[in-house]
Every structure is written in structure tokens, then in C-alpha cells.
Antibody, heavy 119, light 107 residues
Framework: EVQLLESGGGLVQPGGSLRLSCAASGFTFSSYAMSWVRQAPGKGLEWVSGISSSGDATYYADSVKGRFTISRDTSKNTLYLQMNSLRAGDTAVYYC????????????WGQGTLVTVSS | DIQMTQSPSSLSASVGDRVTITCRASQGIRNDLGWYQQKPGKAPKRLIYAASSLQSGVPSRFSGSGSGTEFTLTISSLQPEDFATYYCLQHNSYPFTFGPGTKVDIK
């Protein structure tokens, strides 16, 4: 059974940093692209960032480009999102999701972790 | 970037009704579209991939159609557990984009 478990969310001040993790199990992590998707309170889904199965290619939404960095550690079966220069508008539940272009989108999602940016 | 629109933004329906939701892409995306269901406080769940393929374990009352720029999700006979918000997602190219969502509630 595929499991994706996010962690690292919390309260952070504007301008601060946070690193999210997503521990993957139940599938061959190194074979799949992965993404982060967020949802601000009461709003819709927003794709944030994606990474290829090998980790060689990364992609970002314009709203986070230059501030967020996606990475993966195959030895730990873990996906990361380093978030810097956080703004109030980054407040959201962050989900990791398995899949990408070649996998018909996202077939599995984590339960999400809440990031709150506030002073 | 590819923009996605959805209609309607919300609808009220009764159990047993046939429901249709439309998603349009700003440019052609072949059949690189999925439909997701989300209930309050829960992660999204994929219902349809490749525009018309039913995700394993999803009831057959859900179906998808379309290609290019126009896509449709149909629920043939709405059930109580189907009241939720539905999103389309284009995964033809990065950045991926979701539609704004359609909230289906009880009439």
C-alpha cells in the first residue's frame, strides 16, 4: 500500500524558513516523479513544485520560484520542500503527491501538513 | 502556462440526479487531464485519469470524456457520499494547473 507522510509544518514568521518532508513507502520511490500541492484555507488546489524520478529536473510555480526548492533523497525514500522568504500568502496545507506527466497526474496523496505564516 | 476553467463553480443536486461538470483548457492538452474529488479536511482523491480512464476502486457511476481543450466529468446517479468538491488537473506540461473547483452540495 502506498503511503505518503508529510511532516515539518508549523507556525513561522514572515520572512522565515521551513523545510517540509514527505516519507514515502509501499512503492519504488526512485521510479516516480513527485510534486507538492498546496491549499490555502477555504481555497482551491495549487500545484507548487515537481521533481523528476531521477531528481535531475525540477519545476516550480511562478508564485514560489526563487524562494522554494524541491529535492529528494532516494536512500531515505523522502521528498523535501525547502521554503524560504515565507509570506502570509504561503499559508496553506501542503500535500505531497506521487506521479507526474508520465503517470497520468497524481494517483496518491499524503494527508497534508499545515504551514502558517504569521507574526 | 495553461489555464484551466471549470463550470459550474457550484451546483445543488439530489440523490439520484445526473451531474455533469465541464473543464476547459486554454490550449490543447491531448487527453492529459484528471479529475479529483475532495471532501472537507481530506486529501484529494483521483477519480479519472487520461481524461476517461476510471481509477481502480472508483465506482462506475463516475465517467470522464473529452480531449484537446474540453473535458467532462459525469456522475450518472449521485449518491450521498458524492457530495464534495471536484477539481480537474492538467498534467500535459509543467507548471501543472488545477481548475478552480466545483462544489456539489445537497439540494
Amino acid at each position: 500500500e502506498v503511503q505518503l507522510l508529510e511532516s515539518g509544518g508549523g507556525l513561522v514568521q514572515p520572512g522565515g524558513s521551513l523545510r517540509l518532508s514527505c516519507a514515502a513507502s509501499g512503492f519504488t520511490f526512485s521510479s516516480y516523479a513527485m510534486s507538492w500541492v498546496r491549499q490555502a484555507p477555504g481555497k482551491g488546489l495549487e500545484w507548487v513544485s515537481g521533481i523528476s524520478s531521477s531528481g535531475d529536473a525540477t519545476y516550480y510555480a511562478d508564485s514560489v520560484k526563487g524562494r522554494f526548492t524541491i529535492s529528494r533523497d532516494t536512500s531515505k525514500n523522502t521528498l523535501y520542500l525547502q521554503m524560504n522568504s515565507l509570506r502570509a500568502g504561503d499559508t496553506a496545507v501542503y500535500y505531497c503527491a506521487k506521479g507526474g506527466i508520465s503517470w497520468g497526474g497524481f494517483d496518491s496523496w499524503g494527508q497534508g501538513t499545515l504551514v502558517t505564516v504569521s507574526s | 502556462d495553461i489555464q484551466m476553467t471549470q463550470s459550474p463553480s457550484s451546483l445543488s443536486a439530489s440523490v439520484g440526479d445526473r451531474v455533469t461538470i465541464t473543464c476547459r483548457a486554454s490550449q490543447g492538452i491531448r487527453n492529459d487531464l484528471g479529475w479529483y474529488q475532495q471532501k472537507p479536511g481530506k486529501a484529494p482523491k483521483r477519480l479519472i485519469y487520461a481524461a476517461s480512464s476510471l481509477q481502480s476502486g472508483v465506482p462506475s457511476r463516475f465517467s470522464g470524456s473529452g480531449s484537446g481543450t474540453e473535458f467532462t466529468l459525469t456522475i450518472s446517479s449521485l449518491q450521498p457520499e458524492d457530495f464534495a468538491t471536484y477539481y480537474c488537473l492538467q498534467h500535459n506540461s509543467y507548471p501543472f494547473t488545477f481548475g478552480p473547483g466545483t462544489k456539489v452540495d445537497i439540494k
